[in-house]
């Protein structure tokens, strides 16, 4: 838990996985990530196909390995055998080992091979783990970041993905665990068939032998899968007050006013809670052991009973017993194995299963692609008793945020949105922006003579640049935080500097040590840190050159000086004036929605009233909310 690039803590008692010992890629994150161009598929079935082609468990080099070392190792027991055979005749020694000598090169040759294969299953293994683990991974993460915003509200969905971000590594770890069944079934057939041979009643018996460890992993397995899924959540609380301990958001605070001893003891709590947790789960695991060792003790005992009255009724030669004494213990540790790594694989085949599970959840949760155009010259944007409830609110009727909201944006006009805290100015933008659609059976939010609803939301997206209070702070370069205002083009470096110039964060460029190039992330190599009202600069130029025909700007000056703030409305008008773009502007400060065009009042999710700053300030056609606000 040391900074952005820790592992997260695996809730199954795995170590985190260690790095490369082989020298390995420059980990360092990428400050200047390639932007994707237009018609980059992440979403996409090809995306998909993509994955199963490379999620096939084993590969057809590996499997020839495998069935070569298993023929290898029968031979090798038959040769034992004749070893057996021929020391245990009459003669004398030299005599006896002259006539075991041919068998006794087979086995060493075939140990020989036995290693050669087993090495290059290794190597084939070695190949397809990391392949699966980043098709895995990066199927993940594409589907996630599709989702309707509505998924993130939702806590059902937010468990699922605590519970499947594990699938990708397990999906990896499938591919270890396949290779070594598919090992320790190879041997097992190599024993078995020697055994068989030996004598039918030795291959029951050694199934016999192994049944209770079987037993007793498979149940070790379930509880201890049932406890992840019933502490995923736990586990995650415990990871993020770790974080909030190490953050540089909180360092602050955390020292200042003391708040460390508070999460550290609030942190051990949680500890303690899944210490006791995993202690339960020892017990459980140890009683289950003591019952299985016990029955697996008295298989043997049985086992190698029948063994001895095989021998003592003359059923079988001391040779034959020694050869099956060998094959009993060879079979045994490879069913012991196999039954491990069976159990091994049906664990992690549950954390695959969540993990497919969450990303059939992310599809029928994704964005809808493709729906009607949008006008080419848009006249306005008007919302008509639109009404809104955001996903996940409680209660048995849920109060709705926005109620029958009328009103307009029309194109290429200033439109301020007022109101007091909370009364709905935020969520009304988002739906503005696409990002959630009226509540079903409400109003309708048209763009023209286009629904929202079944507009094509990847155009609707375009068509918005989002300057918000909280808008993200990109770990990337000035340039990429600029420049992925447009994400779909390759940045023009003039034209960030232009927008940079707009928006005052030419005066911020000039102060970087490496200019367009520095790194905004402070906590890496060459990393720089921004002040609230430099970043607030960078979000203004980063939606100017986006260049979207709506700009939306939420609260963009709360960072900035009286000078700055000014500058901004300035520019903002200037805007509106020379590029046609409509301006939605929300604020609190009401000497900046003097200039507006229009101004919406809210007031508890309603639109109280609406019309010119004159209008709303005249006691003859203002209801007096605008004013008193
Ligand atoms: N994601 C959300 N889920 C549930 N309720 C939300 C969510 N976001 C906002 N709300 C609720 O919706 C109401 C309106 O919030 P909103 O942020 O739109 O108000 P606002 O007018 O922008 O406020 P402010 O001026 O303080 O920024 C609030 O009661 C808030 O608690």
Redesign the pocket.
């Known amino acids: 838990m040391s900074g952005p690039a820790a592992a997260p803590p695996d809730p199954r008692g795995r170590a985190p996985q260690s790095r490369h010992q082989d020298p390995a890629p420059d980990p360092a994150p990428d400050p200047e990530p390639t932007i994707p161009r237009p018609g980059d598929k992440t979403c996409s079935s090809e995306f998909r196909r993509h994955h199963h082609r490379h999620a096939k468990p084993t590969r057809p080099d590996q499997e020839r390995s495998e069935a070569g070392r298993g023929i290898a190792q029968a031979v090798g027991l038959v040769a034992v055998n004749s070893v057996l055979g021929h020391i245990l005749a009459g003669g004398s020694t030299n005599e006896r080992l002259g006539q075991a000598l041919p068998a006794l090169t087979v086995v060493a040759v075939t140990a020989f091979l036995g290693s050669l294969l087993r090495s290059a299953s290794t190597a084939a293994t070695g190949a397809l783990e990391p392949k699966v683990q980043r098709v895995a991974t990066e199927q993940y993460l594409g589907l996630v970041h599709c989702k309707e915003p509505s998924a993130i ?1 939702d806590d059902e969905f937010h468990r699922l993905l605590d519970a499947a971000r594990y699938g990708a590594d397990s999906a990896r770890r499938v591919i270890r665990y396949c290779t070594n069944t598919l090992n320790a079934a190879v041997s097992l057939i190599a024993a078995a068939g020697v055994l068989t041979v030996l004598h039918t009643v030795l291959l029951p018996l050694l199934v016999l032998m192994t049944l209770p460890s079987a037993w007793s992993s498979l149940m070790i397995s379930r509880q201890k899968y049932i406890s992840f899924h019933a502490f995923v959540q736990h586990a995650r609380a415990g990871h993020l007050l770790g974080q909030l301990l190490t953050q540089k958001e909180a360092a602050a605070e955390v020292r200042v006013h003391g708040v460390g001893p508070f999460l550290l003891g609030h942190f051990r709590t949680m500890a303690e809670t899944s210490e006791r947790e995993q202690t339960r789960l020892a017990r459980r695991a140890a009683r289950i052991g003591l019952v299985a060792d016990g029955a697996g003790g008295t298989a043997t005992l049985l086992t190698y009973g029948a063994l001895g009255l095989l021998l003592w009724g003359g059923a079988m030669d001391l040779a034959v017993a020694g050869t099956a004494v060998l094959a009993i213990r060879s079979g045994a540790a490879s069913l012991d194995t196999l039954v491990l790594q069976i159990t091994e694989l049906h664990q992690e085949s549950l954390f695959v299963a969540d993990f497919e599970q969450l990303c059939r959840e992310a599809r029928t949760r994704a964005i809808p692609s493709g729906g009607h155009a949008l006008p080419e010259r848009l006249r306005e944007v008007r919302f008509e008793k639109v009404t809104f409830t ?1 996903p ?2 409680t209660g048995t009727t849920p109060e709705p ?1 926005l109620r029958e909201v009328s009103l307009a944006f029309p194109t290429g006009k200033i439109i301020a949105l007022v ?10 933008v ?1 739906l503005l922006s696409g990002l959630y659609l009226p509540d079903e059976g409400s109003g309708t939010i048209w763009w023209d003579d286009v629904d929202a609803r079944t507009a094509d939301r990847d155009q609707l997206f375009a068509r918005v640049a989002l300057m918000s ?1 909280d808008f993200y702070h990109w770990p990337f370069t000035y340039r990429v935080n600029v420049g992925i205002g447009q994400p779909g083009q390759a940045i023009d470096d003039d034209a960030v500097e232009a927008a940079a110039a707009f928006s005052g964060a030419d005066a911020v460029l000039a102060d970087l040590p490496r200019g367009l190039g520095t790194l905004l992330a402070r906590g890496y190599r060459g990393g720089h840190q921004s002040s609230g009202g430099q970043w607030q600069r960078i979000g203004i130029a980063r939606a100017k050159y986006r260049q979207a025909e709506i700009l939306i700007v ?2 963009p000056t709360s960072a900035l000086d009286a000078v700055a703030e000014q500058r901004v409305f300035d520019q903002i008008r200037a805007l509106a004036a020379t590029t046609g773009q409509t301006i939605v502007l ?1 604020t ?1 400060r009401l000497h900046s929605v003097r200039h507006a065009d229009l101004i919406h009042v ?1 007031k508890d ?1 309603r639109v109280a009233e609406s019309g010119t700053f004159e209008e709303l300030m005249d006691a003859a056609t203002g209801t007096g909310d605008f004013r008193d606000a």
């Open positions: 509200e955001y996940g609110s945020t109101g007091e805290n909370g009364s709905g100015k935020s969520t009304l988002k209070q939420d609260e929300i609190h809210l999710g």
